[in-house]
């Protein structure tokens, strides 16, 4: 009689060992996941590699190398993982501005007849990620982008561009304003964009890359002191920004 509540604590402990190593026990994908996110590029690829065989059909481990091989800058293979993702699984958005994506990448290494191709594998890829979900922010930006700098004849359009980004503002005020500010500095429209750009600044005074963009539109109208004030502010916020540096060197450049 005395030996069963003997036994209790050890009973106790062992099934506390086994919930505990249950909740620890992790699947590569999760692992590859959480390299991804930690931005440790080759241990997520080394995960994820032999999961993507040729006779593999897990769609999520096709999805994540696409991202992993988009960061290395590999965008070819990063459009043939998230291709097969999409053929895997047609059900997911974020394959689909995943592949968008990887084609945005590569569409600046391509020459000019494959470029007119691809563009409009993009524009499909957006597409059918806002299609499937409306509220697809990635998608959203990338249609926005597409039509913002697409040549008329290949399907770009202002007016388009602008829905699609006042879409991203109501979901995300902060990009909205950003994607908006984008269509009007490619209409060549600087006081347009600096509004949105402005406006975007008071929502984030920390993003230096903000900051920057107020400080290119602010040049280009020829107000080169607050200009000034811009690029070091947002130097001040990441001392590294390549871009606010030169453009400084180019504002204080004596004039040819």
Not at 96 to 125: C, N, T
Not at 162 to 171: G, I
Not at 201 to 225: E, I, V
Request: hydrophobic content about 45%.
């Amino acid at each position: 009689m005395n030996r069963i509540p003997a036994l209790r604590p050890l009973i106790l402990a062992a099934l506390l060992l086994v919930c505990r190593a249950a909740a620890q026990t992790t699947t590569p994908l999760d692992d590859a996941r959480a390299a991804l996110k930690a931005n440790d590029l080759a241990k997520a690829a080394t995960l994820l590699e032999p999961l993507t065989g040729a006779d593999a059909r897990d769609a999520v481990a096709f999805h994540l190398l696409s991202q992993v091989r988009l960061a290395q800058r590999n965008a070819s293979q990063a459009i043939k993982l998230a291709e097969k993702a999409t053929a895997l699984d047609a059900t997911k958005p974020e394959y689909f501005s995943q592949l968008g994506m990887a084609l945005g990448q590569r569409i600046g290494e391509v020459s000019f007849m494959e470029q007119a191709l691809m563009s409009g594998k993009l524009r499909k890829a957006f597409a059918k990620a806002v299609e499937l979900d409306p509220n697809n922010i990635s998608g959203l930006v990338g249609l926005a982008r597409f039509y913002a700098s697409a040549p008329e004849i290949a399907g770009g359009s202002s007016e388009k561009a602008k829905e699609f980004a006042l879409r991203v503002q109501r979901l995300d005020p902060f990009l909205g304003e950003l994607e908006l500010g984008g269509v009007a500095e490619h209409d060549e429209n600087y006081a347009e964009a600096l509004g949105h750009y402005e406006a975007a600044a008071k929502l984030k005074p920390g993003h230096a890359w903000t900051q920057n963009l107020c400080g290119r539109m602010l040049a280009k109208l020829d107000r080169k002191d607050e200009a000034r004030a811009r690029f070091e502010a947002a130097l001040k916020l990441n001392p590294s920004l390549a871009a606010a540096k030169e453009a400084l060197a180019r504002l204080d450049a004596p004039a040819p």
